[in-house]
């Protein structure tokens, strides 16, 4: 009985989909009947027209559907997580991090450099703010940690800072993911 519900459970979206395609295909074919009847003598061509025209009409409504419904559930969605008491604080500021450091108009880093930091002898990897300029002998830099809500700013002398050619995405995904993603395109 179980295997039979799950059978049934499996085919009926398929079945619907089936019946509306079939649906669809007659809705069109009265009209186009009626237009190319004069020109279009044969049945299969208009029944084929109709089911061109219910396959562009089916593509058309999942496009605009996409394109208004799910910008209004995320809408909705991002409302509801700013109401929950405690999750809200953690998801504003991830919310926020990631416009800045992932924002599709202009990035908000320009580089990516190395430089000495403390007394290791090792280097570390850093991010240059497009604002650079504002700063006249040491730069900004934003090192992220694994966390949006750890992040440590320093102000590094320019001759000490040294260019390389990382990708800014690589970089924020290798500073993210603590070390496990790959740093190069490589």
């Not at 669809?24 to 004069?38: C, I, R």
């Not at 966390?147 to 320093?154: A, F, G, Q, R």
């Amino acid at each position: 009985m179980k295997y039979f519900l799950d059978g049934i459970a499996i085919l009926i979206p398929f079945i619907l989909s089936v019946l509306i395609v079939v649906w669809l295909v007659d809705f069109f074919t009265y009209p186009l009947h009626l237009w190319l009847s004069h020109v279009v003598h044969h049945r299969i061509i208009i029944k084929t027209l109709a089911f061109v025209f219910t396959v562009l009409f089916i593509t058309i409504l999942g496009f605009l559907i996409q394109r208004w419904a799910l910008h209004h559930y995320l809408e909705r969605l991002h409302q509801i997580f700013l109401r929950v008491p405690i999750f809200k604080t953690i998801y504003k500021s991830c919310y926020q991090a990631i416009h800045v450091l992932f924002k599709k108009k202009g990035r908000a880093f320009s580089a990516v450099v190395t430089f000495e930091y403390g007394n290791t002898n090792g280097q570390v990897v850093g991010l240059i703010p497009r604002e650079e300029n504002l700063f006249e002998n040491h730069v900004p830099i934003m090192h992220t940690g694994p966390s949006p809500l750890h992040n440590l700013i320093l102000f590094v002398a320019k001759d000490k800072l040294n260019a390389t050619d990382i990708p800014i995405e690589n970089a924020i995904r290798w500073s993210v993911s603590a070390g496990s993603a790959p740093l190069n395109n490589s």
